[in-house]
């Protein structure tokens, strides 16, 4: 995240993708990288591997235009996933979850959670579920679904339009607090 399109960076996302053995979160300048790179790279993955794009990113990954992705993205999400022996993460109205298995839709969020940094809170709340507890669908979704009843609860309180990504970060407590008691 954060990191910018510097070409040495594609052979730092080889080497992790070929030798890190952990859970590996690409999203933001690495999904950029990674469009521009020869995706059947992702079949030599020893690792486990979360791709999390907008749907621009998605574009770039999958070679379609964003019109097309929005008409099948349930099915384009799923060819991804399967191809690639990845899970993909579409961020959206919807999240699209999906590895080779099955699919899960996440409808939690507001618009007010596009926007600059929020995909890197999602990125860390996926960190921090998955740190200790199993690499499955159901703990991504959850993951998913966390972030977004935080951006519920912070637009609450902010507007979606004047919400900002730390907003969300502070309502994260909360949300924890709601799903525990439900």
């Not at 099915?75 to 961020?91: D, G, I, M, P, Q």
């Not at 007010?112 to 979704?141: K, P, V, W």
């Not at 339009?161 to 439900?182: L, N, W």
Request: charged letters at 25%.
């Amino acid at each position: 995240m954060g990191l910018s399109n510097d070409e040495r960076l594609e052979s730092i996302l080889e080497f992790l993708i070929k030798n890190y053995t952990g859970n590996l979160i690409i999203d933001a300048d690495f999904l950029n990288i990674l469009s521009k790179m020869d995706l059947n790279i992702l079949k030599e993955r020893k690792c486990n591997i979360i791709l999390t794009p907008h749907l621009k990113e998605f574009s770039r990954l999958c070679n379609k235009e964003i019109e097309e992705i929005k008409k099948d993205s349930l099915n384009l999400v799923r060819e991804f996933a399967n191809k690639y022996n990845v899970t993909v993460l579409l961020k959206g109205h919807t999240t699209i979850i999906s590895n080779e298995q099955m699919i899960y839709l996440v409808t939690t969020g507001t618009p007010g959670m596009a926007t600059a940094g929020s995909g890197d809170i999602l990125d860390r709340i996926l960190t921090g579920l998955l740190a200790y507890q199993e690499f499955n669908l159901l703990t991504i979704a959850a993951a998913v679904h966390l972030n977004g009843l935080a951006g519920i609860l912070a637009s609450k309180e902010n507007t979606d339009i004047a919400m900002i990504a730390s907003d969300t970060i502070s309502k994260i407590k909360e949300a924890i607090k709601i799903i525990r008691e439900s």
